[in-house]
C-alpha cells in the first residue's frame, strides 16, 4: 500500500490546490463585479467549483489512508476515484448554468452587454501564472507519488490556466467595439468546464469498474517476459486502487523445475515490476509450460 509519506506529500498538493483556488475565486469574482466582466465571472466561478473538485480530492486521499479491513480487503484507495466522480456533476451543472446565462444575454438581452475594463483582463493574467505555477507543483509531486488523483487535479490546474488566458483575450477584444465578445468568452469557459467535467468522469469511471490501459498491459507483458525462465504469459490483468496498481498474471515456466526455482522466478517477477512499473502488487500463477508443435 502507500506510504503515510507519500500520502502526506499527495495531500500537500490538494491543500495547496483548495488555497490557490480559494483565493482566486474571490479576486476572480470581485474583480469581474468592478469591471463589469461576464468572462472573468465565469472564470471565477469556474474555480468555485475547482475548490469542491479539491476537497473531494483530499477527502478521498484521508479516506483512502485507511488500512484494509474486512469488508475492503484491497484498502480504501478507491475513494478518492468516488469523490472526483462526485465532483464532475458538480462541475458539469455550473458549466452548463455559465454557458445558459452567456447565451441569454448575447441574443436574448445583447443591448446590456457592456465593454468590461480592462483590469479584469490583467487579472485574468497573473491567475493564469499562479494556476501554471501550481500546475507544475502538483504534476511533479503527481509523478514522484505516482498519484492518479493529483495527476488529474494537475491537469485541471493547467486547464483552468487555458481558461484565463482565453478570458482575458476575449476581454482585451471586446475594447474595440465588440463588447459581445466577452459573454461570447464566458460561453467558451464554460464549455471548458464541462469538457473539464466530462474527462475527469470518464477517468473516475474507468478506474471504478476496472478499467486499465491496454498500452500499459503490453509493457507490463514484455517486463515480465524478460525474467529467465518464463515461457509464456497467457493472461494478464490489472487494476488501478488511488496511487495503487494491482495486476493478477498466468505464466507457463519449464515442467522440470521445482518449487524453489518456481517461487525465484516470482520473485523477480515481483521485482522488476517494482522497480520499472512502481506496482508491489503482484499475483502470480504457475502453470506448466508444453510445447505442442
Not at 36 to 53: C, E, H, M, R
Request: charged share 15%; glycine share 4%.
Amino acid at each position: 500500500m502507500v506510504s503515510h509519506n507519500v500520502q502526506k506529500k499527495v495531500e500537500y498538493g490538494a491543500w495547496l490546490s483548495i488555497t490557490a483556488y480559494i483565493l482566486l475565486t474571490f479576486f476572480k469574482l470581485l474583480v469581474g463585479y468592478i469591471a463589469q466582466s461576464k468572462a472573468l465571472t465565469a472564470d471565477g466561478l469556474n474555480n468555485s467549483t475547482d475548490i469542491l473538485l479539491s476537497v473531494a480530492i483530499l477527502i478521498g486521499i484521508r479516506i483512502a489512508r485507511k488500512p484494509p479491513d474486512a469488508n475492503h480487503t484491497y484498502g480504501h484507495s478507491k475513494a478518492e476515484s468516488i469523490a472526483s466522480l462526485a465532483a464532475s456533476f458538480i462541475m458539469v451543472s455550473v458549466g452548463l448554468n455559465i454557458i445558459l446565462k452567456s447565451i441569454q444575454q448575447l441574443f436574448l438581452s445583447p443591448s446590456i452587454i457592456v465593454v468590461p475594463d480592462t483590469l479584469a483582463a490583467w487579472t485574468a493574467i497573473f491567475c493564469a501564472l499562479v494556476m501554471y505555477f501550481v500546475y507544475r507543483f502538483n504534476y511533479k509531486v503527481a509523478n514522484q507519488t505516482n498519484s492518479s488523483a493529483l495527476l488529474s487535479a494537475a491537469k485541471d490546474n493547467l486547464s483552468d490556466a487555458w481558461v484565463s488566458i482565453g478570458a482575458a483575450i476575449g476581454i482585451f477584444a471586446a475594447q474595440w467595439n465588440m463588447p459581445w465578445l466577452d459573454p461570447l468568452a464566458a460561453c467558451i469557459v464554460g464549455i471548458l468546464i464541462c469538457k473539464t467535467a466530462w474527462e475527469i468522469f470518464q477517468e473516475s469511471s474507468r478506474v471504478l469498474t476496472d478499467g486499465f490501459d491496454e498500452g500499459a498491459l503490453s509493457q507490463f507483458t514484455h517486463t515480465i517476459m524478460l525474467i529467465k525462465g518464463v515461457r509464456v504469459v497467457d493472461d494478464i490483468r490489472a487494476r488501478s486502487y488511488g496511487s495503487d496498481i494491482f495486476v493478477d498474471v498466468v505464466i507457463h515456466v519449464d515442467p522440470e523445475i521445482n518449487i524453489i526455482e518456481s517461487h525465484h522466478i516470482c520473485n523477480q517477477i515481483e521485482q522488476i515490476m517494482l522497480d520499472r512499473h512502481q506496482v508491489s502488487n503482484v499475483h502470480i500463477h504457475i502453470e506448466p509450460y508444453i510445447n505442442v508443435s
